[in-house]
């Protein structure tokens, strides 16, 4: 499983784009990029994959470069709510045992 | 639909005990994945069930057990709790074939407390 290196946390207004960028210089071939979010005292929540180029959904787009040794994940117009720890994930699809690293705590602010 | 639903919410015991967790997946779902999270961090793979056998285990010592019923509920166990073993427990349900996403259903977890 690659491993991967976030910002530990991130403060940001309500309104604005949110940034998170996640390093994952070993990632091979069959590995895709996944991201979850978690509130406090609740389980993680499924938010968004890929494997190059862009993608996008109701929620978020994730940017994956062509060399895919990184990827950001973007959050339009953060609310409180959005208030919450936020990890990358690399690994190949069907791989049951997801890694989590520690995280990016994102704070949002009035 | 009930997602995935995890009892008891809170546990509290004390060192050397032992402890049984339960979970019941996500209707649709045949396989149930455990992970243990610690204050802070994230959560660590500890074991993954399908078709009533351990598919898949993380780095974890064999206090750690668990079992798969035949209507796909788990249950973890831990004999002789240490303090160490506090932590936030969670459940995860998937569908044995992901397919192309790496989507695991979490429950809200178990918060135990080794006294």
């Known amino acids: 499983l690659a491993k991967t290196t976030q910002p530990i946390s991130m403060d940001s207004y309500e309104g604005q784009e949110v940034n998170i960028t996640c390093s994952h210089n070993n990632i091979a071939t069959n590995d895709y990029i996944t991201w979850y979010q978690q509130f406090p005292s609740q389980g993680p929540r499924f938010i968004i994959q890929?494997?190059?180029t862009k993608v996008t959904n109701e929620v978020a787009s994730l940017f994956i470069p062509a060399d895919r040794k990184s990827s950001t994940l973007s959050l339009p117009r953060v609310s409180l709510s959005d208030t919450a720890v936020y990890y990358c994930?690399?690994?190949?699809?069907?791989?049951?045992?997801?890694?989590f690293g520690t995280g990016t705590r994102l704070t949002v602010i009035p | 639909d009930a997602g995935v639903t995890q009892s008891p919410t809170h546990l509290i015991k004390t060192r050397g005990q032992q402890v049984t967790l339960r979970c019941s997946p996500k209707s649709g779902h045949d396989t149930v994945s455990w992970y243990q999270q610690a204050l802070g961090q994230g959560p660590q793979f500890i074991f993954q069930?399908?078709?009533?056998?351990?598919?898949q285990r993380g780095n974890f010592p064999d206090r750690f057990s668990g079992h798969q019923f035949p209507n796909y509920s788990s249950e973890l166990n831990v004999n002789a709790l240490l303090l160490g073993d506090s932590a936030l427990y969670l459940c995860?349900?998937?569908?044995?074939?992901?397919?192309?996403?790496?989507?695991?259903?979490f429950g809200p977890g178990t918060r135990l407390t080794v006294l």
């Open positions: 994930l690399v690994g190949a699809t069907g791989a049951n045992n997801l890694f």
């Open positions: 995860a349900s998937s569908p044995f074939r992901l397919a192309t996403y790496n989507e695991q259903f």
């Open positions: 890929g494997y190059k």
């Open positions: 069930y399908y078709e009533e056998e351990e598919r």
